[in-house]
């Protein structure tokens, strides 16, 4: 791969695994990148503090090293774009143009509309989204997601149980992910099988040991309200690993063909789903039905749209 002189200031609400793909993806064909993130010290990001810090943190970055600024979320392209010198590449996650806030909604589109240029990761914020962009996915790293004989993962991890095990693969106080709604689902569907059920959640693991827990379960369980994404459903989906999901984000397009796995809106479909999955106890297919872009396809996308917004 020929090496290049580009060299991108990324700036970041939070350093994401995906973002950290994308990064490397982009460092693998020669582009040197600086990360500024929000500062999150004592749990202030998010506040008008910590952005203000942060914007003084681009700043202090030193732009004129630097060829282009890529603001990642739409809530950091104001700031990308409130210095007058560089280019700036605005990538949307999803959830801040899809309906979550209509005031980040109205920050992110009119940040969009005052970009170099736009990308969005999946065809259902495309299709939500009217300002012009690229469909750019997030890369999926499938030499770490990948099938893993549940007995070993389930040894790794020290789940010691012959239950069926749910996996809810995040924090149970995010409200938008609806941990109570969870909670019902596999109650429900614990008294209609002849064999215990029983519910378990990460969050904090290593995104390298994410792997292991999703193959320790028998099925991936999203109720979220909102999603961007969600990542887990192709990072499940790359596991072989069974994924029940609300119809969010780019959960229907991405489980479309995919076997034992399932998308639906109410609870009594999930319950139904979610029992038919766990009855059958088999992989799901997901991983050769599924399209999984890798972390070189980014790469390549993205360092063709910085050259072309540099005029190369």
């Not at 030193?62 to 210095?83: E, I, M, T």
């Not at 240029?117 to 989204?129: K, L, N, T, Y």
């Not at 109720?223 to 459903?233: A, K, L, R």
Request: net charge negative; glycine share 6%; aromatic share 6%.
């Amino acid at each position: 791969m020929p090496r290049t002189d580009l060299d991108v200031l990324q700036v970041v609400t939070t350093a994401s695994p995906f973002f950290e793909q994308q990064v490397r993806a982009l460092e693998d064909r020669g582009v040197s990148c600086t990360t500024v993130a929000v500062p999150d010290a004592d749990g202030a990001a998010g506040t008008v503090d910590a952005y203000r810090r942060f914007y003084q943190r681009v700043l202090r970055a030193g732009l004129d090293d630097y060829d282009l600024v890529h603001a990642n979320y739409g809530l950091v392209g104001p700031f990308a774009l409130a210095q007058p010198t560089r280019p700036v590449v605005l990538t949307l996650w999803g959830s801040e143009v899809m309906g979550e806030s209509a005031r980040l909604s109205a920050v992110s589109s009119a940040a969009a509309r005052a970009s170099d240029r736009v990308v969005v990761p999946s065809a259902p914020i495309s299709d939500a989204f009217d300002v012009s962009h690229e469909v750019v996915p997030f890369p999926v790293d499938t030499g770490t997601f990948r099938p893993i004989e549940r007995s070993a993962a389930r040894a790794a991890v020290d789940w010691e149980t012959d239950a069926k095990v749910v996996l809810f693969p995040y924090h149970p106080d995010r409200d938008v992910k609806d941990y109570p709604r969870a909670e019902r689902i596999v109650a429900a569907v614990d008294d209609r099988l002849d064999e215990p059920v029983e519910l378990r959640w990460i969050w904090g693991v290593p995104h390298d040991e994410v792997p292991q827990y999703m193959n320790a379960s028998d099925a991936v369980l999203v109720t979220s309200s909102h999603e961007s994404g969600p990542m887990v459903v192709k990072e499940a989906a790359a596991c072989n690993v069974p994924v029940v999901s609300t119809s969010v984000g780019f959960a229907p397009a991405a489980l479309d063909g995919v076997s034992r796995s399932h998308v639906r809106e109410t609870d009594d479909g999930l319950v139904d789903a979610l029992a038919s999955v766990l009855a059958a106890g088999e992989r799901s297919d997901g991983r050769s039905v599924l399209e999984l872009p890798d972390r070189e396809q980014t790469g390549e996308r993205l360092h063709a749209i910085y050259r072309d917004v540099l005029g190369e």
